[in-house]
């Protein structure tokens, strides 16, 4: 995620770091916090009229990331 700047002890981010760690914050954001403030609610997950192909992909995402979550013991 970083290199190590010459001798010196700095560091910067490389492209690949950041494009991972936007990738995780994302994550973090849309699929596991909404998740975990919702374990205590199973309910089915809702469905929109006309679903983009991002929407579908979202929707599979979060219904497996239940399902990891409830394998793992941390959703309810």
Do not use: C, N, W
């Not at 403030?37 to 997950?45: E, G, K, T, V, Y």
């Amino acid at each position: 995620m970083v290199r190590k700047i010459g001798s010196s002890r700095r560091y910067e981010p490389v492209p690949t770091g950041l494009r991972a760690l936007t990738a995780l914050v994302v994550m973090r954001e849309k699929v596991i916090q909404p998740l975990l403030a919702a374990r205590s609610q199973l309910a089915p997950l809702s469905t929109l009229k006309h679903p983009t192909p991002i929407d579908r992909h979202s929707q599979k995402l979060r219904a497996e990331m239940r399902k990891l979550f409830t394998t793992l013991g941390v959703a309810a």
